[in-house]
């Protein structure tokens, strides 16, 4: 029984304080942006680092490239003199044979014309005869000697020229890795360059979204840990309508295989295929908190999610912030009021606007509190697929 009863008190306690948990992550403070924006700062610096540090693995493997290049020439043209000395060898071996074949019919003939019988005859004595006749002989084996040497250095350089082929093809080869490599890191780079446009961009938008609450924190005298729904004045709504007229549901929310950029990834919001330049309506009435605007959007792979606006509710009590996502243009200005017949902007998407999306559509969200929810949930849409002409 007294166990019992210490199991009820342990899961009384934690229920409430999971109420408390709940109550506290669903209703933002400013000072819950604040972090939410040093957060995004430094998601902005390591987006930033790690740029330096692949455009730095970048420049290491272009000079290793170089280098490598460079060692090909180098190999290529000790082969082309090796070549060349082969060639040269092989010319003095020809001379030298000449000159022993000289040297050998010398000796075969008998024939005093001859050049070197001459030369052996012309001898003043028997002595230099004979002191004749060994040099001749002596010329001969120091020249097939030469002819050895000569063979020999031949096959050096043969066995070198082979040698230096390999070393280029080992270079060659590292170079095809290198060069595969510096792809992957240059690929690694657009898309880095791309995050930190996003990043920065959304770093921006909270910038001036903290800066604008500020401001009406100070004028409300309220205190930073406090609610922003307690402290300023978020209109009244009963519920959320369809941001657009009409549009087809062509992808839900939840995690899934990005169409784009092909990996797994969660989708914070409902995708609503219709035309370029559609008006786009705010869901309920609230305060329009965050703008976030891509340098420029008109060109491809400016940014994933394109121009976006996030409006600021109070419904039944509960803090909620609508996002939408991938507009053309924006008609509305940070900390403007507006109801649910208000064009916030018009839509965009499309290939032709950013990488993120494969057709013109408006992503719409909803945040309770800073968590992404369904918007199926809040939303009245038919299913995927499925068209709607009205906003109800
Ligand atoms: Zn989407």
Do not use: W
Not at 125 to 150: C, G, P, W
Not at 299 to 323: I, L, M, P, Q
């Amino acid at each position: 029984m007294k166990r019992m009863f210490k199991m009820l008190f342990i899961i009384t306690i934690s229920f409430i304080f999971s109420i408390n948990v709940f109550a506290v992550s669903n209703n933002t403070s400013l000072k819950d942006l604040k972090d939410k924006l040093a957060k995004e700062a430094a998601e902005v610096k390591k987006v930033e680092n790690k740029q330096k540090q692949t455009k730095n693995s970048i420049i290491a493997l272009e000079k290793d490239l170089d280098k490598l290049a460079k060692e090909i020439d180098d190999f290529e043209l000790a082969i082309k003199n090796s070549k060349t000395k082969v060639t040269e060898l092989e010319e003095d071996i020809k001379n030298k044979k000449v000159e022993i074949d000289k040297l050998i019919s010398f000796k075969q003939t008998t024939d005093v014309e001859n050049m070197y019988m001459e030369y052996v005859f012309e001898a003043k004595s028997f002595t230099d005869f004979i002191y004749r006749s060994a040099l001749v002989e002596q010329l001969v084996k120091h020249n097939d000697e030469l002819i050895n040497e000569m063979h020999d250095l031949i096959e050096e350089n043969k066995k070198e020229q082979i040698n230096l082929a390999n070393k280029i093809d080992a270079s060659e080869n590292t170079i095809d890795k290198l060069n595969s490599t510096l792809k992957k890191y240059n690929l690694t780079m657009d898309d880095l360059v791309d995050d930190h446009k996003d990043a920065k961009a959304d770093y921006e938008a909270s910038k001036k979204e903290v800066e604008a609450y500020e401001k009406l924190y100070k004028q409300n005298g309220c205190k930073e840990t406090t609610s922003i729904l307690d402290c300023i004045d978020i209109p009244y709504a009963d519920g959320f309508i369809r941001p657009l007229k009409s549009g087809t549901i062509t992808s839900e929310y939840g995690l899934r295989y990005h169409p784009t950029l092909h990996y797994y990834r969660m989708h914070n919001g409902i995708d609503i295929g219709v035309a370029m330049n559609t008006p786009v309506y705010a869901s309920a009435a609230g305060i329009v908190t965050k703008i976030t605007r891509v340098a420029n959007p008109s060109k491809r792979n400016s940014s994933c999610g394109g121009n976006k606006v996030y409006v600021k509710h109070r419904v039944k009590g509960k803090e909620y912030t609508t996002a939408y996502m991938h507009l053309h243009s924006i008609s509305v200005k940070l900390n403007d009021f507006v109801t649910a017949s208000t064009v916030i902007g018009k839509s965009g998407g499309g290939e032709s606007y950013d990488y993120c999306t494969t057709g013109p559509h408006l992503h719409f969200g909803i945040m309770k509190g800073s968590t992404y929810e369904n918007p199926r949930n809040y939303v009245n849409f038919p299913k995927l697929g499925k068209r709607f002409t009205s906003r109800f």
